[in-house]
């Protein structure tokens, strides 16, 4: 029973390219959740997307991030024109229901460093 | 903004020693986590607390969430090396939003043989 499952495990981008993370959630789940890490901080609420929708996007910078979570295939966050400041770790989590009762497992993280 | 203020934040003790680990805030969760996060590795979740005053044992450690619901305290006895790690508090506020967790900084634990 393979767990969350994000790639690449680390990324490195010049400035001004497009990054693209990617995450596979534990199977049965449709509840996607993306965090970022910076250095010296806390992990950070992005966005909360169930398949094909997005339900909460209020942690996301308006510009430059974007989320989805098709109906087939992995959950992709997407970074356009990176900048040094979004070097972070990006983890993905899922579950089977929404909610802090319900378990929401976490994957390896995306390590991206923009250079 | 709620923030969660998590103390000390190292903390470098012998095998077998115990400790205790806090996290304070000023606003009220309706629920709250406790992780350990190794490095390059995602959360673990150690423990969900629910009830203001709730204590959970798992093992070695024990949790406890404050009566006002807006701390918790971590206790290891006789910590071991394999206890080593980033350990993260996290709460919910569960107004309509309680899958939104919202992290503190962590306090990163070593324990030397």
């Known amino acids: 029973n393979a767990g969350v499952m994000q790639n690449p495990r680390h990324l490195v981008r010049r400035r001004g390219q497009e990054a693209r993370l990617r995450c596979s959630p534990m199977?049965?789940?449709?509840?996607v959740y993306w965090y970022r890490q910076l250095p010296e901080e806390g992990l950070k609420f992005m966005v909360y997307?169930?398949?094909?929708?997005?339900?909460?996007e209020s942690g996301m910078p308006k510009e430059r991030f974007s989320a989805e979570f098709p109906k087939e295939g992995p959950s992709i966050l997407r970074i356009q024109q990176v900048v040094r400041g979004d070097s972070a770790a990006y983890f993905c989590?899922?579950?089977?229901?929404?909610?802090?009762?319900?378990?929401?497992?976490f994957g390896q993280g995306t390590r991206l460093t923009v250079v | 903004t709620q923030l969660l203020e998590q103390s000390p934040q190292f903390l470098s003790i012998q095998e077998g020693e115990n400790l205790t680990v806090y996290c304070n805030s000023s606003?009220?969760?309706?629920?709250l986590q406790w992780y350990r996060q190794e490095p390059g590795e995602g959360p673990v979740l150690l423990v969900t607390?629910?009830?203001?005053?709730e204590v959970k044992k798992l093992k070695r450690l024990t949790f406890q969430f404050g009566d006002a619901r807006k701390d918790s305290s971590l206790h290891i006895t006789a910590a071991q090396p394999g206890d080593t790690g980033l350990y993260l508090c996290?709460?919910?506020?569960?107004?309509?939003?309680?899958?939104?967790?919202?992290f503190g900084k962590g306090t990163l634990l070593t324990v030397n043989p």
């Open positions: 606003s009220v969760f309706s629920s």
């Open positions: 996290a709460g919910a506020n569960g107004e309509g939003s309680n899958y939104k967790l919202t």
């Open positions: 997307l169930q398949k094909e929708n997005i339900i909460d």
């Open positions: 607390v629910v009830t203001g005053g």
């Open positions: 989590a899922s579950s089977s229901l929404p909610g802090v009762n319900t378990e929401a497992f």
């Open positions: 199977k049965g789940h449709s509840h």
